[in-house]
């Protein structure tokens, strides 16, 4: 009797070791639309957002050109911080139960007047892809870099497989991760706005 009651607390135990394991790896998604001056103004690219998430995991993204930036995380409480260049930077914490949108602004910098850049920024539009150029697009890939004057970036592929990255024209690095593929490395040459594609390869 006393073997078949240790048998049951083990099972018992390994069940609930995996509900917990399946729990863990539950994420949800938030898309952010950062706008300017108030929740009215104009939609911001370019804004970086870092943090971390319920379970203390770091994310990182940049928003679009709409604005808007999706990060993936364990539910629960997240920090963010957002920053751009000539803004004041943001601090917020936000419950993050299910996957969902929200919204935030930034203020401009009042002490400096930056009205232009001593060089204009350019935009890359990048496509992941599973396997080949003409795979599945791949959602949830971490992208991060720098742009030629040495700025990091970094971001989180949308639902359709892509990320908008904001920077200097010149030769960009770039990293690309997602859990279950390789991590790529490579360099590309951006000069103007454009769209480029890159395809990860399942790890074996």
Do not use: R
């Amino acid at each position: 009797m006393k073997k078949i009651y240790s048998l049951a607390i083990l099972v018992f135990l390994a069940l609930c070791s995996m509900a917990l394991t399946a729990y863990s790896q539950e994420q949800v998604a938030l898309t952010i639309y950062v706008h300017e001056s108030d929740l009215n103004g104009t939609m911001l690219s370019g804004v970086q957002v870092t943090g971390t998430d319920f379970a203390d995991s770091d994310f990182a993204g940049v928003t679009d050109s709409d604005g808007a930036v999706v990060i993936y995380g364990s539910p629960g409480t997240w920090q963010f911080n957002f920053y751009k260049e000539g803004y004041e930077s943001l601090d917020l914490s936000y419950d993050v139960t299910e996957t969902e949108e929200a919204a935030a602004y930034l203020l401009k910098e009042t002490s400096t007047l930056k009205e232009t850049s001593t060089q204009e920024e350019v935009a890359l539009t990048i496509y992941v892809h599973e396997g080949s150029l003409n795979g599945t697009l791949l959602s949830g890939v971490q992208v991060i870099g720098e742009d030629a004057a040495g700025n990091e970036f970094a971001g989180v592929t949308d639902s359709n497989g892509a990320m908008a990255v904001y920077g200097q024209p010149g030769t960009w690095q770039f990293n690309f991760y997602k859990e279950g593929y390789e991590s790529l490395d490579l360099s590309y040459d951006v000069t103007e706005t454009e769209e480029a594609a890159a395809y990860l390869l399942k790890t074996a």
